[in-house]
T-cell receptor, first 116, second 111 residues
Framework: KNQVEQSPQSLIILEGKNCTLQ??????????LRWYKQDTGRGPVSLTI?????NTKSNGRYTATLDADTKQSSLHITASQLSDSASYIC???????????????FGAGTRLAVHP | NAGVTQTPKFQVLKTGQSMTLQCAQD?????MSWYRQDPGMGLRLIHY???????DQGEVPNGYNVSRSTTEDFPLRLLSAAPSQTSVYFC??????????FGPGTRLTVT
């Protein structure tokens, strides 16, 4: 069964510190992996999208890595800010993009709290 | 652009009542989807559409209907609400690329 598992479930860090969130997936065939940020009471917002051939992608202080061999991804947040407090969701697509609809498998998310 | 809009933001229903959750996008995206988000679980796909007049079932379609008469609108209908449908519902739209844009969500409680 296609699954996406994230760890830890929740994390508390101090402002200015770095952190790394983990994502393991058992999705086949693999098309792409995305990281979303979801603020409380809001919809998810895309941070990065990586295809099979990409192993690192950055978006400001967010850097995502992908190891397609081990089916693992991580999201590294550098110099955290209070506004980074949110849920971070790992999402994997199991459909090869051919002009058709990409069905997505969502992880349950990691809830990050950044304290001053 | 307003992006993806959803109404209402909050709704309380009694068991057995019906209602329609509205979703609209102004980005001329072909694809639209409905998801539900429950505590401790990832978002799950309810129904999706690849264009006006074309819809298909997702992972958890039972108890929900959709239609897509225009590119802009993709309403989700609850036929006979049940407590198990208490959830937060998200609508999303996407062009023919990987990117997907989510609405702000509708928080539904069924008593």
């Amino acid at each position: 069964k296609n699954q996406v598992e994230q760890s830890p479930q929740s994390l508390i860090i101090l402002e200015g510190k770095n952190c790394t969130l983990q994502c393991n997936y058992t999705v086949s065939p693999f098309s792409n992996l995305r990281w979303y940020k979801q603020d409380t009471g809001r919809g998810p917002v895309s941070l990065t999208i990586m295809t099979f051939s990409e192993n690192t992608k950055s978006n400001g202080r967010y850097t995502a890595t992908l190891d397609a061999d081990t089916k693992q991804s991580s999201l590294h947040i550098t110099a955290s800010q209070l506004s980074d407090s949110a849920s971070y969701i790992c999402v994997v697509s199991d459909s090869l993009f051919s002009g058709g609809y990409n069905k997505l498998i969502f992880g349950a998310g990691t809830r990050l709290a950044v304290h001053p | 652009n307003a992006g993806v809009t959803q109404t209402p933001k909050f709704q309380v229903l009694k068991t057995g009542q019906s209602m329609t959750l509205q979703c609209a996008q102004d980005m001329n995206h072909e694809y639209m989807s409905w998801y539900r988000q429950d505590p401790g679980m990832g978002l799950r796909l309810i129904h999706y559409s690849v264009g006006a007049g074309i819809t298909d079932q997702g992972e958890v379609p039972n108890g929900y209907n959709v239609s897509r008469s225009t590119t802009e609108d993709f309403p989700l209908r609850l036929l006979s609400a049940a407590p198990s449908q208490t959830s937060v519902y998200f609508c999303a739209s996407s062009p023919r690329t990987y990117e997907q844009y989510f609405g702000p969500g509708t928080r539904l409680t069924v008593t």
